[in-house]
């Protein structure tokens, strides 16, 4: 099913070649990110299998990836957490082929600095370019977060993937936050102002931030809303495949605010009429910055109907989604971390993984238990990791 | 930390407080200055006075100016039927550079900034209003394309409204003799959605 899945596109079949050996890194260094005080690791462009006991720095690798590719934690750690503890500062280097083009990536990290990030050995200012070199999807234990946890869990994981293939898509945002901070500046000093007097002062100044905050408001509902369309169907597909029955899995996006119609007009029309709420709660009570995404399987909420194996399935459904969708829209499909997915699927789920893995480009999957993974041979790189030192297993197992 | 003579310290001190300039910087400029002959360290200290004392604001556009009305404002050669909309007295240098813009202006004093406690009562809004009633057919704003800039924009847009005068924003889009490959992402996309028949 899994092979077949990529074929189904014509633009992919063009690419196909490309396809699979797409975006990859071949060899990462790390110096004191997390645990992992110095290494080198070499990973092979197609499946890259990372082993060891738990705590011993996996993860760690997982995420020093994703952060070569994003400048974030695919856990939401802040780089202060990622720097190795009594380290001064951390650094991470990576090369590999993006687009049929070598591309090497350098960032550093140092507490009070700006982070420092070089590609292809020219010094780079805005972290947003190195969203157009290696693209990445995460998943992991953490990942059930995005059915439980608070909405910015999943306005988080919008904007990371629309980032990835839309590059305006971040400065779209900046200025979004931008905005929203004038207009919750204003109406603090406004609410305060209409509490004691009753009365609005310089409503046409509200106004003013109202027209701006639909208009940028709405580019982003747009592209979050043409993101969910064309990622929702594949995440069904994907569940269906995982889960040969489970009822459909769907995903709705909720847009703050509710609109009949999305217009810049209506959206500021909204913002008007809720003016006094807003002005005694002193913020913006509407937005993309109160946007979110809910989540059914059959008809049923998955965060209070659904059992954890059954969230997890969906996230992991959702992910592989993310994959194909980056694939289908930048010509090559991202890099794939998957952390520690054995022991949270049964046997016929990791068989279907497993299955859809060998049309993935470049896959790092990290496991405590290697047995479970013994009876898969689609990897061809394994890695050991042991107390913070990686080394080279070989190329069986 | 050593520290040299007093006098030298407090030079370095002051010259840090300016935009742009830090300890550094300021350490090489002062230890320019020491370099310096006297007569022309005295012409720079006069130079700082003079702007203090001469200069001032035009009371018509708010330009800084040493005569009353400005020389932009008092040009009789100058269309007084067009008024350029700025930020700042320097974009009114900026705009005077390119030799284009043959009419008069407005200077804002800033644009709106809630986070900076800067509303519509602290900028010259009430000016600009008063000014529209005496022959004047065209408003061009040219505010900041960022975000306080263009909400400065709509806010006069919509003071204009009642008062019949045509409201134009300057275009925004590439540096010329650029290449645009060079050209971040940002300006290109505005470039194209302002794409004009050719």
């Known amino acids: 099913m899994g092979s077949r899945r990529f074929q189904r596109h014509s633009v992919c079949d063009v690419f196909r070649v490309n396809y699979i050996h797409g975006v990859n890194l071949s060899n990462v260094r790390l110096n004191q990110f997390r645990n992992l005080a110095a290494a080198e690791v070499q990973l092979s462009p197609k499946a890259n299998l990372i082993f060891g006991s738990n705590g011993a720095g996996k993860s760690n690798l997982l995420e020093a990836i994703y952060y070569l590719c994003t400048a974030k934690s695919f856990r939401g750690a802040s780089d202060d957490e990622m720097k190795a503890r009594d380290a001064e500062f951390f650094r991470l280097e990576g090369d590999g082929k993006a687009a049929g083009q070598s591309v090497r990536i350098e960032i550093a990290y140092k507490p009070g600095e700006k982070k420092r990030l070089k590609i292809n050995d020219v010094a780079e200012p805005r972290v947003s370019s190195l969203y157009e070199q290696f693209r990445v999807v995460s998943f992991g234990p953490d990942d059930v977060e995005l059915v439980y946890g608070a909405p910015s869990v999943r306005r988080r994981f919008l904007d990371i993937s629309i980032a990835q293939i839309e590059p305006l898509y971040i400065s779209l945002l900046w200025e979004y936050k931008k905005t929203l901070a004038q207009r919750n500046a204003l109406l603090r000093d406004l609410g305060e102002a209409y509490e004691s007097l009753g009365a609005i002062e310089y409503e046409e100044s509200l106004e003013v931030w109202d027209e701006k905050l639909a208009s940028v408001g709405l580019a982003v509902h747009d592209a979050r809303r043409r993101f969910l369309r064309s990622v929702s169907d594949l995440a069904s597909g994907y569940h269906q495949s995982l889960t040969n029955m489970d009822g459909d899995f769907v995903m709705e996006y909720s847009i703050s605010p509710r609109l009949d119609d999305y217009s810049q007009c209506a959206f500021a029309e909204k913002l008007k009429s809720r003016r006094r709420r807003e002005l005694m709660m002193r913020q913006s009570m509407y937005g993309p910055h109160r946007d979110d995404i809910t989540f059914s399987i059959g008809r049923s909420d998955c965060r209070s109907f659904a059992s954890r194996g059954q969230v997890k399935t969906a996230t992991l459904a959702l992910k592989l989604a993310v994959v194909e969708h980056i694939g289908n829209v930048c010509g090559e499909p991202p890099i794939l971390l998957l952390d520690e997915i054995y022991s949270d699927f049964d046997r016929a789920r990791l068989d279907a993984v497993s299955g859809l893995l060998s049309s993935m480009s470049q896959v790092l999957v990290t496991t405590s238990k290697l047995e479970e993974a013994r009876d898969l041979t689609i990897f061809d790189n394994i890695l050991m990791v042991e107390s913070g030192k990686v080394a080279l297993h070989g190329t069986h197992l | ?198």
């Open chain 2, 1 to 198: 930390m050593f520290k040299s003579a007093q006098s030298v310290e407090r030079l370095i001190a002051e010259l840090t407080r300016l935009p742009g300039i830090g300890r550094k910087t300021a350490q090489r400029l002062t230890f320019w200055i020491l370099k310096m002959k006297k007569d022309d360290a005295a012409r720079l200290a006069q130079a700082i006075l003079d702007v203090k004392e001469k200069v001032r604001r035009c009371s018509i556009c708010s330009n800084i100016t040493e005569t009353e009305p400005c020389h932009i404002c008092l040009d009789s050669k100058r269309d007084r039927t067009t008024v350029c909309v700025v930020e700042e007295a320097n974009d009114v240098l900026a705009l005077e550079k390119s030799g284009e813009y043959r009419g008069l202006y407005h200077v804002l004093e800033g644009a709106l900034s809630p986070l900076d406690g800067i509303g519509p009562e602290k900028l010259r809004f009430k000016e600009l209003v008063d000014r529209i009633g005496s022959g004047v057919k065209e408003v061009i704003i040219a505010t900041n394309p960022n975000v306080e800039g263009e909400a400065t924009a709509v806010y006069i847009s919509k003071l204009m409204k009642p008062l019949r005068v045509k409201v134009t924003r300057i275009a925004r889009g590439l540096p010329v003799g650029s290449d645009l490959e060079y050209a971040d992402q940002s300006t290109l996309s505005k470039a194209l959605q302002g794409r004009q028949e050719f």
